[in-house]
């Protein structure tokens, strides 16, 4: 299978709960390779900033950079000639996205200067697949997979989370960007809506944002 997807720096986007982190995982085993997971588990604020985002959303932010920063570059140096796959399921700009939300206007401008310097070389992946479940399902997922301190989110962050990676996807910046509406689908229960995913990333998209409807 792996010599059906064309990419070999593919990133899988969406909401929380949408889904990202089962289609990568499903992807780099197609590719013959280790899926890039986000260490969100090791973030020590992030239950605290579910109870109070004002006071915690600077330390999760810094923390959740620090960490993708760190992962991604690892995951960079160790690609080889014979073994060069890379599949996650976060873009490393989702934590400036993310910053523009949670953070007062002061926080975000430090936040940014060091984003920046993080951000600089950051290779674009080939391929962005950005999963839109929409607010019901998506709500539904969250509940489903049983994570106590998301069961309280708020929709309108959910909102303008979404929002928020409209803006960022609204240009390709020399990617393959592809909002996939999954509204109807779901690849965990049923193979065949697995393999409707897999014929999107294995076909040979032009540079530029795509919307598609499996």
Do not use: C
Request: charged residues 25%; without cysteine.
């Amino acid at each position: 299978m792996s010599t059906q997807i064309p990419y070999r720096h593919i990133v899988i986007e969406g909401g929380i709960g949408a889904g990202k982190s089962t289609l990568a995982k499903a992807l780099a085993e197609a590719l013959d390779s280790e899926p890039l997971l986000e260490p969100f588990a090791d973030n020590p604020f992030l239950e605290q900033f579910y109870l109070d985002p004002a006071r915690y959303a600077f330390p999760v932010e810094l923390s959740f950079l620090a960490q993708r920063y760190k992962q991604v570059k690892a995951a960079l140096s160790a690609r080889t000639l014979f073994r060069d796959a890379l599949v996650a399921d976060y873009l490393f700009a989702k934590s400036d996205l993310f910053a523009k939300i949670t953070l007062p206007k002061t926080e975000y401008q430090l936040f940014r200067n060091l984003y920046d310097v993080m951000a600089e070389g950051m290779p674009q992946p080939e391929l962005v697949l950005y999963l839109k479940p929409g607010s019901e399902r998506q709500q539904a997922q969250i509940a489903a997979r049983g994570r106590s301190y998301e069961q309280d989110i708020d929709t309108d962050y959910l909102a303008r989370l979404e929002k928020a990676y409209e803006r960022q996807f609204k240009h390709a910046r020399g990617s393959r960007v592809i909002w996939v509406d999954t509204s109807d689908i779901d690849f965990v229960a049923r193979p065949e809506d697995m393999g409707k995913i897999m014929d999107i990333a294995s076909q040979p998209w032009k540079v530029g944002v795509h919307k598609v409807k499996p």
